[in-house]
């Protein structure tokens, strides 16, 4: 009997052991593994010890196992620009991919957050990609996660007339689009300032 389920447990996340071998040696998961049950049973519990009132669907295919959240505190569990959620998703990644083999992709979202948030960034990126192609000058677009900057790069990569570039350190990292005639245009900072 494992003792610790009678004793409080105020910051930690005790999981049961798991037998490394129930996934085949070098092969990626798939539907019917049990990680979708895992993952959502994981992010039910952490949601529990913040006291979020949020349900957790499960949508999967053999690539990956989407987690959908609703309820009342969807909106905490988000948090600003989708920080939470990132924060979440990178947790559960890590907890339920920790033995090498059976690996899938935990997706969090809400609703179609994601969808959308993403359609925003590249309906943004395009409008200022338009700009520096018809004014000649340099945008730097406001610091974003990594996430967010490669939704960004991608969207551009074949964007006629501009490249992109990553700039800065950590938190404070941002893109530039540029015009890829090869000119040294002129620079103008997008969004926030630090």
């Known amino acids: 009997m494992d003792e610790r389920k009678n004793e409080p447990r105020d910051g930690a996340l005790f999981l049961d ?17 049990g990680k979708a049950e895992e993952s959502a049973g994981i992010l039910e519990e952490i949601l529990d010890r913040m006291d979020l009132d949020v349900d957790v669907d499960i949508r999967e295919d053999g690539e990956k196992i989407v987690l959908d959240l609703d309820g009342p505190d969807v909106g905490r569990v988000i948090g ?3 920080m939470t959620l990132d924060a979440l ?3 559960l990644n890590k907890i339920v991919n920790r033995f090498p083999d059976g690996r899938r992709h935990v997706v969090v979202d809400s609703g179609d957050y994601r969808e959308r948030h993403d359609n925003g960034l590249i309906s943004m990126a395009r409008r200022e990609a338009k700009r520096v192609v ?7 677009l406001e610091p974003m996660s990594a996430r967010d900057r ?16 990553s700039q800065g350190q950590g938190m404070q990292r941002r893109i530039q689009i540029m ?6 245009p002129k620079s103008r900072r997008r969004g926030r300032r630090p």
């Open 17 to 33: 052991e798991v037998d490394a071998k129930s996934a085949p040696i070098g092969q990626e998961g798939q539907s019917g593994d």
């Open 150 to 165: 490669r939704v960004i790069h991608l969207s551009l990569a074949k964007f006629e007339g501009v490249t992109t570039a």
């Open 80 to 82: 600003k620009k989708g």
């Open 179 to 184: 015009p890829a005639d090869g000119e040294q």
């Open 89 to 91: 998703q990178f947790l």
């Open 134 to 140: 018809t004014e000649g000058e340099v945008v730097t």
